[in-house]
């Protein structure tokens, strides 16, 4: 593809009708799919200069720069847009747990097909470690 046939990253992307787009965060080295969180442009951007991940908080209202509470940060590897440009797709360096349980990832409920549901992660880090009393 010639590099003028090349959208810029506003004409890639499709943001929903509150601004913005699902991101899917993915370690790097293992293909381990961590979270899902949502994204605004300010906050791509921020995550694009600063290397550090920063998401949009639907239930604050406000940017959350993962791991600035916790200590448990997201470094950004790359960014990946899929072919409809409203999904991304965030290759990160994970710093311990990436869940607010405390566990590795966010996707340890596991449904089988009679709809039974497994817990399929420990806990590895108290949240109350991660976050202190609340």
Not at 30 to 49: P, Q, S, Y
Request: with cysteine.
């Amino acid at each position: 593809m010639p590099m003028t046939d090349i959208p810029s990253l506003d004409e890639l992307l499709t943001f929903n009708s509150d601004g913005l787009v699902p991101a899917i965060a993915q370690q790097h080295d293992t293909g381990e799919v961590l979270m899902m969180a949502w994204m605004n442009r300010a906050a791509i951007d921020e995550t694009l200069k600063t290397g550090q991940v920063c998401y949009w908080s639907r239930s604050r209202q406000a940017y959350w720069r993962k791991g600035e509470s916790s200590g448990q940060v997201q470094k950004l590897v790359k960014l990946r847009v899929d072919c409809d440009g409203d999904t991304i797709l965030l290759l990160v360096d994970q710093k311990g747990v990436a869940c607010h349980t405390g566990r590795r990832n966010c996707f340890f409920n596991e449904v089988d097909k009679s709809g039974q549901i497994e817990i399929i992660a420990d806990v590895l880090t108290s949240p109350d470690q991660l976050y202190g009393d609340k």
